[in-house]
């Protein structure tokens, strides 16, 4: 993973080694999100695509755009819509994750490989950000990684 500057620095940032390989690390993060995070409206599999993700009971969601996708080593998504609904909140949080971006780095390793991820525009700063990093802890530590290592994830069901 390439240096990251001081700004870079706040962003969410987490990292994970899985016994997956990198095609089924990349498959998970395209068009196998559902598997450990939430159903999407659609699958994502080329650039451009754009998933809507909506958790139930169906008020909150975030819109990605697949921006950068390289086989098995990178994939980056832009957050093209956002309706954070979280009762207590202001009105801001509902879309501070307009164009934020999850950017995913696949390395193989002698084990399988291990996914570095960046959300970056998810800041300390924002209204949403202990939510989120909660949240991406979850789904992205827990979730991901069981489903890499198990075939079984824990994605949010209503």
Not at 129 to 136: K, P
């Amino acid at each position: 993973m390439s240096t990251l500057s001081q700004s870079d620095c706040q962003n969410y940032q987490r990292s994970i080694q899985v016994t997956a390989n990198t095609d089924q690390a990349y498959a998970a993060l395209t068009h196998g999100i559902e598997h450990w995070w939430t159903v999407p409206d659609k699958p994502i599999h080329q650039v451009g695509d754009q998933a809507k993700f909506t958790f139930p009971p169906g008020l909150s969601y975030w819109t990605f755009e697949a921006t950068e996708l390289v086989t098995s080593s990178k994939v980056e998504l832009t957050c093209v819509g956002a309706l954070h609904i979280h009762q207590g909140q202001p009105k801001a949080i509902e879309t501070e994750w307009l164009d934020t971006k999850a950017v995913f780095i696949i390395e193989p390793n002698t084990h399988g490989c291990t996914i570095h991820f960046t959300h970056i525009g998810l800041q300390p700063s924002l209204l949403c950000y202990d939510i989120c990093r909660e949240g991406w802890d979850f789904f992205f530590l827990d979730s991901l990684q069981t489903y890499l290592d198990t075939g079984t994830g824990k994605p949010h069901r209503a």
